[in-house]
C-alpha cells in the first residue's frame, strides 16, 4: 500500500504529454479520438463504469483494479489523511473476509502482498491492485468478491481502526526526514494558497492518533460511491464472463443520497515571480527548481491534442538533450537537469524546469539553466535536433507497434486506469502508430520553438532552491539574488547553440570477420551454442515471447577482485569512466546523436570477480548493437575534459551524504562490520574517491579486463533466428580480440566480522530508527540450499509481516533477504532490515529472532511453505516466457555452471520442498555463530544496553 503524492517530488518531472488543445494544430485533425475496439467500455445504472479486454499475456491470469475519483483532496480538515488510511482498512476486515484474510487467500493462490497484491491514494485519487491467477476454478469469481468488498463492504470496526492507526504513523514516519520539512514549507507557494497544500496523502499524525472512527467511516459513505468508482479486468477471461460478474458484484451498489458534489480543487496562477530558499542540516544536496504557472488542461481525446502531445514531447526531448550535454561539460554547472511540459497535478499542467547542483554553486546552477531557456527562446532549435527528435518518437511508436500482439495485460489495465482518472486517449495502438506517423513528418520547426516559447510565456514564476545548511565559509544566493539571476538573463549575450557533424557510422570499416569453429545444440533449453575461431562461445535462444525485441548478455571470470588497494577506485569507477568519455570517435553526447531513432544499448560490467557486457536492441537494429558492443570491446576513448566532468560530478553529488542519518548509519557499519578493510564493498562513496582515480590507469584497467575476450561467454535471447544472425556473430564478436589468457576470479580475502557484534549509530532529529541485523557464515554452495534459504527468507517474512506489522504494529514495512553465493568464495548471509520507531527497537529484535528460533526448532507451518510455492510457481509461469529470464538462467549455466534442471524441473523441485526441508536449511544457517547488530538511533536517545 503506497502513498502516490502526484508527479512533482522528483528533480527531474516526468514527461507526461497530454494536454490542451493545440491552436495552431491543422483544423483537420481536431476530431475526436475512438476507443481501441479491443476494450469494452460501459456504465452500469448506478454510475459505475467498466472497462473489459481479453487478453492472454500472460495466460491463466487476469488483472483487476477498482479505481477511485476520490483521494485526500476530498477531506476535510479533520479527516487528513483518512483518504489514505481508508485504502488501508480495505485489507483488515469487510463483509466476507475477516481481518488479513483477504492478505491470507489471496496469498493461498500466489498473489504476494505488497509484490503483486497492492494499493495507492494520491491527491484525487485511490486505486487497488489485484492480479487473479485463474488456474483454479472459483479464484476469479473470489477476486471479483474482494473487490466488491473493498468498493462498498469494508466493516471498519473500532477495533481493526484502533490497530491500524500505529501502521499508519510507521508509514508517516518512513517519509519523515529533511526533504520533507523542506518541502512543506515550499506547497503553500507551490500550489499556490489552493487546498493541495495541506492535502499531502499522508496527512496529519495527531489525526491519524487521535481521529474519531466515525470520521473515516463517513469519508467512506461520502466518496466510495459508484458514480465516482471504475472496474478494469484484463486478462485470459471470456468478455462476456467479465461482464457477467462486473453485474453480479456491482449492480446493487447505491450512491449516498444526498450526494457529496466532487468539485475539483482550484490552482490560481502565481500573482508574481517569488523565489525562496529552503535549507536543512541533514539535506545531502542542493536542487534548484523553476515552476511556471499551471493551467487546466483541456480535453486529451482528439486528434488535435494528441498532435500537440508529439510537439511538446519534441520540444522537451530536445531541451533535455541540450542540458544533458551541459552536464558533460568541463566544470559542469549542475550534475544533472530536467524538464517536463504535461500533467502536474490534478488536471492542471506546465512547465517546469530543475538541475541537481550536488555540493557545487546555485547560483552558477541557476544561471546555467536559465540561460539555455533564454536561447531556446532566443534561437530556437535546429532542423538536426528537431530531426533526431522526430526520429525517437518514431522508433518508439514502431517498437510498441511492432510488439502489439505480446503486450502485458498490465499494461493495458494501467492505461485503462488513466483513461478514467484523467481522461488520456485510448485509441490502441494500431491508431497511434497511424496518427504518429502521420503527424510527426509534418511537425515543422517552428510549430516546436512557438511551444517552446508558450511555455515560459508567464512572467511569473516561483524559483526554490532546496538543500543543506551552508558550511562555514559557503553562503547561499538569497531571494533577491535569484531573481536578479532571472532578469540578468533576459539581458545576457547570449550565442545560438552550434551543432555538431557526428558520423552517421558507429565503424568507419567492418572489421575482418571470425569464422564459426563448432556448432552443438540442446534440444532441451532450445538453445544453440557456436564457438566462434577466437574461442568465444555464443549460447542463442531465440523465442516468440516478444515480437521485437533482442536481448544480450557476456560473462567470464575476472572482475575487480584481481586489484589490490592502490587500484582501489581506478578498478571501481573503470567502466563508468570509460562510459563517461565514450568510445571509438563519440562521445557519450555524439553517440546519444548517432544513435537517435534507434533501440539499442550496450554496457560494459565489471562485477567483483566477472567481467562482461549487457545489451539489447530492437531487431532492426541488432547489427547496431553488435557494432556498439564492438566498440566497447576494442575502443575505449580518453577525454580529459570529459573525464574532469565526471569528477566534478560525481564529487558534488556525493560529498553531502553523510548529512543523511541512514546514509552515514550505512557508511559506519560496513567501516566496522568490514574492520576498515580498504577493499571492502562501498556502500556510500565519498567524494575523496573520486580524486583517487587516474584517467590513464582506470581505462587500462578496462583494456585488460575488457577488451581482451578469452573465455568469455555470450548469451543471446530474443525475435531472431539462429541461422539469419550467424554472420553478425562471426563479423562482429568473432573479431573481438582473445590473447588466450587465463582469466580467474579472485578471492581478496574480505570477510566481514565474526562472532556476535552489535554496534549503535545516534544520528537524525527525526524519532526514525533503522534494524540492519546480519547472519553470515561460510558454507558449501549448492542450487539446492540456495533455493531453501529464499523460501526461508520468503517465510519469514510472511511472518514479519503477521507479528511485526499486524500484531506488534512495530513497522509499516521490513523484512529479511537472502543470498548463498559460490564466489569469490562459498558463503551466505541473511539481512533484516527493519525501520521502526525508536521505542519498538528492542521489541521488535527479540519478535524478529523468535520467529527465526521458531523455524530453527520446528520448522515452518505447512501452510506458510504452501503459500511460498504457490507464489514461486505462479511467478514462474510467467518468467519462463520472458526473454530477461532466458538471458539470465542461460549465462548461469553457461558460465556459473548451474544445473540447467532449476530451470526445467524448477516446478517439480519448488513441489518436492518439505518442511523438514526447510528446519534442516535453517538450523545449518542460523547456527548463531556471526551476527552483526546494527541500530540507528535518533540523536540523544540511548537503547538497552546487550540488545
Not at 538569497?478 to 547570449?494: M, P, Q, R, W
Request: glycine share 8%; aromatic share 8%; net charge neutral.
Amino acid at each position: 500500500m503506497n502513498i502516490r503524492p502526484g508527479k512533482l517530488f522528483s528533480y527531474v518531472f516526468p514527461l507526461l504529454m497530454l494536454a490542451v488543445i493545440n491552436g495552431n494544430a491543422q483544423t483537420q485533425v481536431a476530431q475526436d479520438l475512438s476507443v481501441d475496439p479491443a476494450v469494452t467500455i460501459g456504465k452500469l445504472d448506478n454510475g459505475l463504469t467498466y472497462y473489459i479486454r481479453q487478453n492472454k499475456k500472460p495466460e491463466q491470469k487476469v488483472e483487476l483494479r477498482l479505481a477511485l475519483k476520490a483521494g485526500s483532496i476530498l477531506e476535510d480538515d479533520n479527516q487528513q489523511g483518512l483518504a489514505h488510511m481508508a485504502e488501508h482498512m480495505a485489507f483488515n476486515g469487510t463483509k466476507n473476509f475477516k481481518k488479513n484474510d483477504i492478505v491470507s487467500f489471496l496469498q493461498d493462490i500466489g498473489v504476494g502482498f505488497g509484490s503483486d497484491l497492492n494499493a495507492y491514494t494520491s491527491f484525487d485519487e485511490t486505486v487497488y491492485i489485484l492480479p487473479i491467477p485463474t488456474d483454479k476454478a472459483g479464484n476469479l469469481e473470489k477476486g471479483f468478491q474482494v473487490l466488491e468488498d473493498w468498493a462498498h463492504q469494508v466493516t471498519y470496526l473500532n477495533e481493526d481502526i484502533e490497530s491500524e492507526r500505529a501502521i499508519i504513523l510507521e508509514e508517516s514516519r518512513l517519509g519523515k526526514g529533511a526533504y520533507d520539512r523542506m518541502m512543506r514549507q515550499i506547497y503553500p507557494k507551490l500550489f499556490a494558497g489552493s487546498r493541495y497544500a495541506n492535502r499531502i496523502p499522508i496527512g496529519v499524525d495527531s489525526i491519524i492518533r487521535t481521529f474519531n472512527p466515525d470520521l473515516i467511516r463517513k469519508f467512506y459513505k461520502d466518496w466510495y460511491r459508484p458514480d465516482l468508482m471504475a472496474v478494469m479486468v484484463v486478462g485470459d477471461v471470456e468478455p462476456s464472463q467479465a461482464l457477467a460478474l462486473i453485474r453480479k458484484h456491482f449492480s446493487g451498489m447505491k450512491n449516498p443520497t444526498p450526494e457529496k458534489p466532487r468539485e475539483r480543487a482550484a490552482i490560481g496562477a502565481y500573482p508574481t515571480t517569488e523565489a525562496m530558499v529552503v535549507t536543512d542540516r541533514e539535506a545531502t544536496s542542493y536542487s534548484v527548481n523553476i515552476v511556471y504557472p499551471l493551467q487546466p488542461m483541456g480535453p486529451q481525446n482528439n486528434a488535435a491534442a494528441y498532435r500537440k502531445s508529439l510537439v511538446d514531447r519534441m520540444f522537451t526531448s530536445m531541451l533535455n538533450q541540450r542540458l544533458q550535454e551541459i552536464a558533460q561539460q568541463p566544470n559542469p554547472p549542475f550534475v544533472g537537469a530536467g524538464s517536463g511540459l504535461g500533467e502536474y497535478i490534478g488536471g492542471y499542467e506546465n512547465f517546469r524546469i530543475a538541475a541537481g547542483v550536488g555540493s557545487g554553486d546555485v547560483k552558477k546552477g541557476t544561471e546555467a539553466i536559465v540561460t539555455e531557456l533564454e536561447r531556446v527562446q532566443r534561437y530556437g532549435f535546429t532542423e538536426a535536433e528537431l530531426a533526431r527528435a522526430k526520429k525517437t518518437i518514431l522508433n518508439g511508436i514502431q517498437n510498441a507497434y511492432n510488439n502489439r500482439d505480446k503486450t502485458e495485460s498490465e499494461l493495458y489495465v494501467e492505461e485503462y486506469v488513466r483513461n478514467f482518472l484523467t481522461g488520456e486517449s485510448i485509441p490502441g495502438i494500431a491508431k497511434e502508430f497511424e496518427m504518429t506517423n502521420e503527424q510527426v513528418p509534418g511537425i515543422t520547426l517552428d510549430e516546436v520553438n512557438a511551444t517552446a516559447r508558450r511555455a515560459v510565456a508567464d512572467a511569473n514564476r516561483l524559483v526554490y532552491v532546496l538543500g543543506p545548511e551552508p558550511s562555514d565559509g559557503k553562503t547561499l544566493p538569497g531571494s533577491a539574488e535569484l531573481l536578479a539571476v532571472l532578469t540578468a538573463a533576459e539581458k545576457a549575450d547570449i550565442k545560438p547553440y552550434e551543432e555538431k557533424t557526428v558520423a552517421a557510422e558507429l565503424l568507419s570499416e567492418k572489421p575482418k570477420a571470425g569464422k564459426i569453429t563448432g556448432r552443438t545444440e540442446n534440444k532441451a533449453l532450445g538453445t544453440t551454442t557456436i564457438t566462434l575461431s577466437n574461442g568465444v562461445k555464443v549460447t542463442l535462444k531465440p523465442t516468440s515471447f516478444k515480437d521485437d525485441q533482442i536481448l544480450l548478455s557476456a560473462s567470464r571470470p575476472g572482475g575487480k577482485n584481481n586489484y589490490g588497494v592502490a587500484d582501489r577506485y581506478n578498478a571501481e569507477y573503470a567502466t563508468a569512466v570509460v562510459s563517461a568519455m565514450g568510445v571509438g570517435n563519440f562521445s557519450p553526447a555524439d553517440l546519444r546523436k548517432s544513435l537517435a531513432g534507434k533501440t539499442v544499448s550496450v554496457n560494459p560490467v565489471m562485477g567483483e570477480v566477472t567481467d562482461g557486457f549487457r545489451g539489447s536492441s530492437s531487431n532492426r537494429d541488432v547489427e547496431v548493437m553488435f557494432q556498439l558492443l564492438h566498440l566497447y570491446a576494442t575502443s575505449p576513448r580518453i577525454d580529459t575534459g570529459l573525464f574532469q566532468s565526471f569528477v566534478q560530478r560525481n564529487k558534488a553529488q556525493v560529498a553531502g551524504l553523510a548529512s543523511n542519518p541512514q546514509t552515514a548509519f550505512v557508511d559506519t557499519m560496513f567501516r566496522v562490520m568490514y574492520k576498515g578493510n580498504p577493499l571492502a564493498p562501498i556502500a556510500v562513496p565519498k567524494a575523496t574517491y573520486f580524486d583517487q582515480i587516474d584517467v590513464n590507469r582506470a581505462v587500462a584497467i578496462y583494456r585488460e579486463q575488457l577488451n581482451d575476450v578469452t573465455g568469455m561467454q555470450f548469451v543471446l535471447a530474443g525475435s531472431f533466428k539462429t541461422d539469419s544472425i550467424l554472420p553478425l556473430l562471426e563479423t562482429y564478436i568473432g573479431s573481438l580480440p582473445a590473447s588466450g589468457r587465463k582469466f580467474e576470479r579472485k578471492d581478496n580475502g574480505v570477510r566481514p566480522v565474526g562472532g556476535v557484534q552489535q554496534l549503535v549509530v545516534n544520528k537524525g532529529k527525526e524519532a526514525k530508527s533503522l534494524i540492519l541485523k546480519f547472519f553470515t557464515g561460510e558454507v558449501p554452495y549448492s542450487e539446492d540450499l540456495d533455493l531453501k534459504a529464499q523460501a526461508i527468507s520468503e517465510i519469514l517474512n510472511i511472518r514479519i509481516i503477521e507479528e511485526l506489522r499486524e500484531k506488534i504494529q512495530g513497522i509499516y514495512g521490513g523484512g529479511i533477504y537472502a543470498q548463498i553465493e559460490r564466489y569469490p568464495y562459498q558463503h551466505y548471509s541473511f539481512v533484516l532490515q527493519l525501520p521502526c520507531g525508536p521505542e519498538k527497537v528492542d521489541t521488535l529484535l527479540k519478535a524478529a529472532q523468535h520467529e527465526i528460533n521458531l523455524l530453527v526448532q520446528k520448522g515452518p507451518e505447512q501452510k506458510y511453505l504452501d503459500k511460498v510455492k504457490k507464489s514461486w510457481l505462479e511467478q514462474y509461469k510467467v518468467s519462463v516466457k520472458e526473454n530477461g529470464f532466458w538471458l539470465e538462467s542461460l549465462q548461469d549455466i553457461q558460465s556459473e555452471q548451474a544445473d540447467p534442471k532449476f530451470v526445467l524441473q524448477y516446478e517439480q523441485l519448488v513441489q518436492k520442498l518439505t518442511v523438514q526441508d526447510i528446519q534442516a536449511a535453517a538450523k545449518k544457517l542460523f547456527d548463531g555463530k556471526n551476527q552483526f547488530s546494527a541500530v540507528l538511533m535518533p540523536e540523544g536517545v540511548s537503547i538497552k544496553k546487550g540488545f
